[in-house]
């Protein structure tokens, strides 16, 4: 377990757990994104728009 002193305020944690953390919210948003474009892409396709 890390020291106190290596935790970063607010959140408590470590430099590195705090890099992981940012790297999985990263991943998250881009796969949010890629499927929010597929489906504007699929209903723009599929549905009469003007």
Known sequence: MA?????IYPTGLTAK????INEGLK????IFAA???FA???AYMLTPWL
């Open 40 to 42: 504007h892409i699929l």
């Open 27 to 30: 991943w998250g948003t881009r």
């Open 17 to 20: 757990e705090a890099e992981e």
């Open 3 to 7: 020291e106190d002193s290596d935790r």
């Open 35 to 37: 499927i929010a474009v």
